[in-house]
């Protein structure tokens, strides 16, 4: 099947670093990837849609210029978390749309952020 | 906007004893998708349901997509503890590629 691979896997930071989360679909594909956060406990919140080659179609309430996401190549979409503060600490986890292209999701492993 | 709810919240169960999740859409959807999320883990694809009244099985696993194609279950039967977990529906709009989460069912088990 599909697979997703995220890096780092956690990573503590302190406050006012950025930190940089790479989502990479290993063996197709990816013109369009996601990118979710969820606390403890609770569902996915999408935060953004990537897509190659152009901006990404960010959803409501969530700032651009804080989650920066980069979508440079067919493989590779990362999400660039500027200036982290303690309340950005949660679980990030990207999905691209499989090589069947029929919708269906494939997540990667997730990123816990820890910011102090 | 369109909204994706899912009772309950959390089940708890004995062993051997079935288990079900309901899903509900604000809005008629495109397919639905359900995952199952192991604690600490990443959601994991398990189906996708796209036709109006369709049901699809997977071993102990019987997911249904409602004939308006507003709501969908999920319903484990005889529960094992390797059915941990917490599942999530998710659906899509016509034309959209985004998902809409519902906000899961944890599912615990007695064994």
């Known amino acids: 099947g599909a697979v997703v691979s995220q890096h780092p896997s956690r990573v503590i930071c302190k406050s006012g670093t950025s930190v940089k989360i790479e989502c990479r679909s290993l063996?197709?594909?990816?013109?369009?990837m996601f990118w979710y956060r969820q606390f403890p406990k609770k569902s996915l919140m999408l935060m953004a849609t990537?897509?190659?080659?152009?901006?990404?179609?960010?959803e409501q309430g969530v700032e651009k210029d804080k989650f920066l996401i980069n979508h440079a190549s067919l493989t590779l979409s990362t999400l660039t978390v500027t200036s982290a503060h303690p309340e950005d600490s949660s679980f990030y986890i990207c999905?691209?749309?499989?090589?069947?292209?029929?919708?269906?999701?494939?997540f990667g492993p997730g990123t816990r952020l820890l910011v102090l | 906007g369109q909204q994706v709810m899912q009772i309950p919240q959390y089940q708890h169960v004995q062993e051997g004893e079935d288990f079900t999740t309901y899903c509900n859409s604000s809005?008629?959807?495109?397919?639905i998708q359900w995952y199952k999320q192991r604690p600490g883990g990443h959601p994991v694809f398990l189906i996708q349901?796209?036709?109006?009244?369709e049901v699809k099985k997977q071993k102990r696993l019987t997911f249904q997509f409602g004939e308006a194609k507003k709501n969908s279950s999920l319903h484990i039967t005889a529960t094992q503890t390797t059915d941990v977990g917490t599942y999530f529906c998710?659906?899509?709009?016509?034309?959209?590629?985004?998902?809409?989460f519902g906000q899961g069912t944890r599912l615990t088990i007695n064994p």
């Open positions: 999905s691209a749309i499989g090589p069947s292209g029929q919708e269906t999701q494939y």
């Open positions: 063996d197709f594909q990816a013109t369009t």
């Open positions: 990537s897509n190659e080659g152009s901006k990404a179609t960010y």
């Open positions: 809005t008629t959807l495109s397919n």
């Open positions: 349901l796209v036709k109006s009244g």
């Open positions: 998710a659906g899509t709009r016509e034309g959209a590629q985004k998902l809409v």
